[in-house]
C-alpha cells in the first residue's frame, strides 16, 4: 500500500489503538482485519514495524465498501496437503517472532523469492502458540491458560472453543503441546495432561510444647496441585509461594509469586522473567516484611533479587552464586535484613563452604568449609546459630555458632539406603531452643515417605510432629501458633489421545 502524502490535511490515528477505538472494535480485530480483509493500515517505514497510523476518510471507505474475504488457508484447501500445513505451521511460528507488535511479513529477500507469504491470524493475550493446525490451515489447537483446557480456534472466524471440559483451574490437571494427527481427516490429536498434587497447608501449634493442636488445612485454593514453598511474612498477617503456571514445570514466565492475605484470602499475582527453579524456589521474607528474597538461574550460576511485596517490582541483588550444575539450597536472611547466608561447592576440591553475602557492599565471606556434602541450611530467630543439615555418610543434622566458636551433632542417620534428609526442610522454633528437620523414608511400608521432627538444639531425643507425603518447606510464625508447609508430589505427565475433537468439512 503507497504511504500517503505527508502533506495530506487529515489528522492520522496513530496507533492501533486510536484505530480499534474510531472503529468502535478491539486491536485484535482490526489487526485481523488489516491481514486478511485489506484494512488501509499504514506504517512509517523509517520507524519500528509496530509505528502504524491510518486516516479515518480511508477507513469510512472501506468500511463502506467492506466485503470479508475468504481466508486463503481455505481457499488452498485442494491444493498438495504437505504445502499447506507447511504455510500453516509458518504462520503460527511467526507469531513468536513479534515484538511490541507480531511480525505479519517474513524478513529478507530469501522468503520473498520462495514465494512465501505471512499473514497474522491471531493476536491477543490469549494467543498460545503450543498447538498445531489442522490439515486444512482452517483450525489450530491451542491451550486456554484461563482453565487449563484443550482448545481450537477457526482461524477464518476467530472463534475459539474449548475442547475438554475443565472449566476452571479447580483441578491440578491441564492440558499441554496438543498435537493433532497429520493424516487424519477426522480432527484426532494427542495431547499431554500435566496434573501435580503439591499445595501450601497450614496447622496450629501448641506455642507451649510446639506439637500440634489441630489438623493440617489446605491454603491454596488456585490451580490446585501446583503450589509450593510458602513463606511467612514477619508479622504472620501475610504468606508468599510459589504458583507454577503453563506447560513448563520452571524457567522464566513459567511460575507466579503470590502473596495472600491471610485474614481476607485476598491474594496478588507476579510474574516476573527470572528464571525461578521449579524444583526448589526459594522465598525469604526481608525482615521489614515489604520484600521477599528469590533465587533465579542466570547463565549457569545463581542470582539474588528482591521483590517487592506489594508492586511486584524486582530489584537484582547479587549475580554469580553458586557454580553451573549446583543445584541452589535454599538461604537464610540475617534478622537486620542485610546479609544473605548460602552454600557455595568448590568443584575442584568437592568442598562446601557457608558464605555471608553483605548486600550493601556486595562483599562475600567464607564463614565455614566442610567436606560434607551440606545439604540445607536455617539461620536461628536471634542470627547467632545457624543448622546445617548433611546430605553425606552419616547424614547428620547440627547446630553451630556463626562466629566459630561451637558446633553440636543433634541428630544423625546412620541407615543410608532407607532414609534421608530432605533438602527443604529446616526451620527454628520462635524460641530458638528447637530445630524442626525433614525425614524421608523410601521404604516406608504405612503411612507418609516424608516427616516433620523437632530437635533440641542441646541434644536429645526427636519428637515426631507432622507426617505428608512430599511434605517439605516448613515454616513457623513468630508467635509459634502457625505452621505452613508444602505437601503432595510435582507433576506427573500423560498422554491422550481424542478422537473427532474437531469437525473438518
Known amino acids: 500500500m503507497p504511504e500517503?502524502?505527508?502533506?495530506?490535511?487529515?489528522?492520522?490515528?496513530?496507533?492501533?489503538?486510536?484505530?480499534?477505538?474510531?472503529?468502535?472494535?478491539?486491536?485484535?480485530?482490526?489487526?485481523?482485519?488489516?491481514?486478511?480483509?485489506?484494512?488501509?493500515?499504514?506504517?512509517?517505514?523509517?520507524?519500528?514495524?509496530?509505528?502504524?497510523?491510518?486516516?479515518?476518510?480511508?477507513?469510512?471507505?472501506?468500511?463502506?465498501?467492506?466485503?470479508?474475504?475468504?481466508?486463503?488457508?481455505?481457499?488452498?484447501?485442494?491444493?498438495?496437503?504437505?504445502?499447506?500445513?507447511?504455510?500453516?505451521?509458518?504462520?503460527?511460528?511467526?507469531?513468536?517472532?513479534?515484538?511490541?507488535?507480531?511480525?505479519?511479513?517474513?524478513k529478507g529477500p530469501a522468503a520473498q523469492d520462495r514465494g512465501l507469504v505471512a499473514r497474522e491470524v491471531w493476536a491477543d493475550p490469549t494467543?498460545?502458540?503450543?498447538?498445531?493446525?489442522?490439515?486444512?490451515?482452517?483450525?489450530?489447537?491451542?491451550?486456554?491458560?484461563?482453565?487449563?483446557?484443550?482448545?481450537?480456534?477457526?482461524?477464518?472466524?476467530g472463534v475459539s472453543r474449548r475442547i475438554t471440559g475443565k472449566g476452571s483451574f479447580a483441578t491440578a490437571d491441564f492440558g499441554q503441546w496438543p498435537i493433532v494427527s497429520a493424516d487424519s481427516t477426522d480432527g484426532a490429536y494427542h495431547y499431554g495432561v500435566r496434573a501435580g498434587t503439591q499445595d501450601v497447608y497450614e496447622a496450629e501449634l501448641d506455642p507451649r510444647t510446639g506439637t500440634l493442636s489441630a489438623s493440617a488445612e489446605r491454603l491454596t485454593h488456585r490451580f490446585e496441585g501446583s503450589n509450593l514453598a510458602g513463606a511467612l511474612s514477619p508479622d504472620g498477617r501475610r504468606l508468599a509461594y510459589v504458583s507454577r503456571r503453563g506447560p513448563l514445570l520452571e524457567g522464566p514466565g513459567s511460575m507466579a509469586v503470590v502473596v495472600r492475605a491471610l485474614d481476607t484470602g485476598e491474594e496478588r499475582d507476579f510474574h516476573s522473567t527470572l528464571h525461578l527453579s521449579g524444583r526448589r524456589p526459594v522465598l525469604r521474607w526481608f525482615p521489614d516484611g515489604e520484600s521477599i528474597l528469590l533465587t533465579a538461574a542466570e547463565g549457569g550460576t545463581w542470582t539474588l533479587s528482591r521483590i517487592h511485596a506489594e508492586t511486584g517490582a524486582v530489584a537484582?541483588?547479587?549475580?554469580?552464586?553458586?557454580?553451573?550444575?549446583?543445584?541452589?539450597?535454599?538461604p537464610s536472611i540475617s534478622p537486620n535484613g542485610r546479609t544473605v547466608f548460602y552454600f557455595r561447592p568448590d568443584a575442584g576440591t568437592h568442598e562446601y563452604s557457608l558464605m555471608a553475602y553483605d548486600i550493601d557492599t556486595r562483599r562475600q565471606e567464607e564463614l565455614f568449609r566442610s567436606k560434607e556434602a551440606l545439604l540445607s541450611l536455617a539461620l536461628s530467630r536471634n542470627g547467632r546459630q545457624v543448622a546445617i543439615a548433611t546430605s553425606g555418610a552419616p547424614r547428620t543434622v547440627f547446630v553451630m555458632a556463626l562466629d566459630g566458636s561451637s558446633r553440636r551433632e543433634v541428630f544423625r542417620i546412620e541407615q543410608r539406603a532407607r532414609e534421608t534428609l530432605s533438602g527443604e526442610g529446616l526451620e527454628w522454633s520462635p524460641d530458638d531452643r528447637f530445630v524442626y528437620f525433614v525425614r524421608s523414608f523410601r521404604d516406608e511400608p504405612t503411612g507418609a515417605r516424608d516427616q516433620l521432627w523437632r530437635v533440641p538444639v542441646t541434644g536429645g531425643t526427636p519428637e515426631h510432629i507432622l507426617s505428608a507425603d512430599g511434605l517439605a518447606f516448613p515454616a513457623i510464625s513468630r508467635d509459634g501458633r502457625r505452621l505452613v508447609f508444602t505437601a503432595g508430589r510435582m507433576a506427573l505427565a500423560a498422554l491422550w489421545v481424542m478422537e473427532n475433537a474437531v469437525s473438518i468439512p
Open 316 to 330: 537484582p541483588l547479587a549475580a554469580g552464586l553458586g557454580t553451573p550444575g549446583y543445584v541452589f539450597q535454599p
Open 4 to 106: 500517503p502524502s505527508p502533506d495530506s490535511p487529515e489528522t492520522p490515528l496513530d496507533s492501533w489503538k486510536a484505530i480499534a477505538a474510531y472503529l468502535n472494535r478491539d486491536i485484535s480485530t482490526v489487526r485481523r482485519w488489516e491481514a486478511s480483509e485489506g484494512l488501509p493500515v499504514h506504517r512509517h517505514r523509517h520507524l519500528a514495524r509496530s509505528s502504524v497510523y491510518a486516516y479515518p476518510s480511508e477507513l469510512d471507505s472501506w468500511r463502506a465498501g467492506r466485503r470479508p474475504e475468504r481466508s486463503p488457508a481455505v481457499a488452498s484447501a485442494s491444493r498438495p496437503r504437505l504445502r499447506t500445513v507447511a504455510v500453516a505451521a509458518l504462520a503460527v511460528v511467526m507469531l513468536l517472532a513479534g515484538g511490541d507488535g507480531w511480525m505479519g511479513t517474513p
Open 127 to 157: 494467543a498460545d502458540v503450543s498447538g498445531t493446525p489442522t490439515p486444512d490451515g482452517r483450525f489450530v489447537t491451542f491451550i486456554d491458560w484461563t482453565t487449563g483446557d484443550v482448545a481450537v480456534r477457526d482461524l477464518t472466524t
